[in-house]
């Protein structure tokens, strides 16, 4: 073998071996640069994909009872508050608000009659007065001539009569005052007892006629409608659904070892299986449940019975959405998510402070009720004391 044929495998040996130690520097790099990241970064995110979106599921039901003649959403539809939805036979209805209409207005005019009758009174009183008072004058001047014989025994003692007979009429007038002055003392004709009894009975039918037409307590999408035309429901009955859009929120089932640095506020990135990675959502810790999944189950688990076998537990925790984020790339409720968390600052706390005393979720649908109740009360009251 000659020199230069010697020198190939020594060369292509030598080569090999700096490839090989290019790759295991580079496999060295590599890992100590994940390390590094693990240490200041990685270690500090937990991750789960057993996360689902939740929202506001705001169940239509019926106050009152009754038969459907119509419906005015569907399925997937969106409604804006306010809205009819389902309306009631309003038959029944109506003839109740006509006769407690009628009896309040019977009422207004009784109590009106009894102001009346007081006045009357207060005169028969009066009237009752002067005649004692002129009775009384007559006796004492014919008592005055009786000692001089100007007067018979039969003439004073017929006077003597008349002031009794005056006297127990006064008795009388005033009782009969006395009486009418109870029922309307201290008193208008608005703020009777016996009006507003009436009053309350036409509010009350009022607010069943209103209720007949069942509004949408909020805007969103229609789901789960369970009634039909001619169906007859009663109170609490499940017609549908109303699931706002934008009330949503990820809740997130993180292993019990994943907590322990877990705190309200830690930022959250996101993505939905139903746009893939493409789409990232960023959001917050706004809360962690009170419980595990488990310990809130219809049948929890009774782990005291000696047959017993170690799980690891999970607990929701409540991510908060950022709202454009929502309104660009919208979630049904139910989508799976897959949730990352960055606790490196674990400084916060790990129970929410005590909430302010304002409502959560409210709807408005419901307020302007009262005062057209009381609208229609007051039309009915003016219509009866002689105002137009």
């Known amino acids: 073998m000659s020199a230069e044929e010697s020198k190939v495998p020594v060369a292509s040996h030598g080569k090999r071996k700096r490839w090989i130690a290019a790759v295991v520097a580079t496999c060295a790099a590599v890992g100590i640069a994940y390390g ?5 970064d ?15 599921v705001v169940r239509v039901t019926p106050q009152v009872a ?8 569907d399925d997937t539809q969106f409604v804006t508050e306010g809205r009819p939805l389902v309306k009631l036979d309003p038959s029944d209805a109506k003839v109740a608000l006509e006769e407690a209409q009628a009896q309040l207005a019977k009422a207004v005019r009784e109590v009106r009659g009894l102001f009346a009758t007081s006045t009357q009174l207060e005169a028969s009183v ?20 009786a000692a001089s014989g100007a007067v018979s025994t039969e003439e004073l003692q017929h006077a003597r009569d008349t002031v009794d007979t005056a006297k127990a009429a006064l008795a009388e007038a005033e009782e009969r005052l006395n009486a009418t002055r ?7 004709v608005r703020n009777h007892p016996e009006v507003l009894a009436a009053a309350a ?34 109170p609490g009955a499940a017609l549908m659904a109303i699931i706002p859009p934008d009330q949503v929120w ?31 959502y960023h959001g917050h810790v706004e809360g962690l449940g009170a419980g595990t999944g488990s310990a809130f189950a219809v049948l929890p688990a009774q782990n005291a019975t000696g047959n017993w076998i170690k799980i690891v537990q999970r607990v929701p925790v409540r991510i908060a959405l950022d709202a454009d984020e929502v309104r660009s790339h919208p979630l049904q409720v139910g989508l799976s998510m897959n949730v990352r968390v960055d606790t490196t600052g674990a400084n916060g706390a790990a129970l929410p402070s005590p909430s302010a005393a304002a409502p959560v979720y409210q709807t408005h649908v419901f307020d302007t009720l009262d005062r057209d109740a009381d609208a229609r009360v007051e039309q009915v ?3 009866n004391t002689g105002r137009s």
Not at 66 to 73: E, H, L, P, R, S
Not at 182 to 188: E, F, H, L, P, Y
């Open 126 to 145: 009066a009237a009752r007065r002067t005649e004692l008072a002129k009775a009384s004058a007559d006796l004492g001047r014919r008592e005055r001539l």
């Open 66 to 73: 009754g038969t459907v003649i119509a419906i005015g959403a």
């Open 250 to 280: 990820v809740d997130a089932n993180f292993k019990e070892s994943q907590l322990a640095r877990m705190r309200i506020g830690q930022p959250a990135t996101l993505t939905a299986d139903i746009y893939g990675k493409r789409v990232a």
């Open 36 to 40: 590094i990241y693990w240490l200041t």
């Open 182 to 188: 109870a029922r309307i003392d201290r008193t208008t």
């Open 381 to 383: 009251i003016a219509a």
């Open 201 to 234: 009975r036409v509010r009350d039918a009022y607010l069943m006629a209103a209720r007949t037409v069942i509004l949408a307590p909020v805007s969103g999408l229609v789901a789960k409608r369970a009634v039909q035309v001619g169906q007859r429901v009663g």
């Open 42 to 56: 990685l270690r500090y995110v937990e991750e789960t994909d057993d996360a689902y979106v939740g929202g506001n």
